[in-house]
């Protein structure tokens, strides 16, 4: 008994493997400037945009496990960029705020990411950058609804 595999189908999977490849440059570690991964970068700018984080709420921003944040956000304390401090209103929550040094650190990325974002939009035709954003945040969107719904290969 064979299966047909249908036509679109084959064109998904080719589509999400390929989304795959080009995203590896940004899953290396570290793959910026500055020593920082791009899961880091990740925490410095949640970070720097609320300007006092609560470490639970960054596990659900990365959406990873508590150990996986833990890890990750150890080497930046580690390195003066983020400093771990216990919560007034709650003595089990820890707070995570940006360093001087942190907030040098997540600028100077910035600017070496800003480079490829703009490599990028360089690449994509003025006209259709709204619709080519719109079509990869459908793509995403039933991704992770066909994942939440357990429709993943596991």
Request: aromatic residues 6%; hydrophobic residues 40%; contains cysteine.
């Amino acid at each position: 008994m064979s299966y047909e595999i249908p036509k679109n189908g084959r064109e998904v999977l080719k589509l999400i493997s390929e989304l795959s490849q080009a995203l590896r440059c940004c899953q290396q570690e570290p793959v910026f400037c500055e020593d920082v991964s791009f899961s880091q970068f990740l925490i410095l700018d949640t970070v720097a945009e609320k300007g006092r984080l609560r470490l639970a709420d960054l596990h659900d921003i990365l959406s990873v496990e508590k150990s996986t944040t833990t890890r990750l956000v150890n080497p930046l304390v580690k390195k003066g960029m983020i400093v771990r401090e216990k919560s007034d209103h709650d003595f089990r929550a820890i707070n995570l705020t940006l360093t001087k040094n942190g907030k040098e650190v997540h600028r100077k990325v910035w600017e070496c990411f800003s480079a490829f974002i703009d490599t990028i939009a360089m690449r994509i035709p003025q006209e259709r950058t709204e619709e080519v954003y719109r079509a990869v945040r459908i793509l995403l969107s039933a991704m992770r609804d066909a994942h939440a719904e357990g429709q993943c290969c596991t």
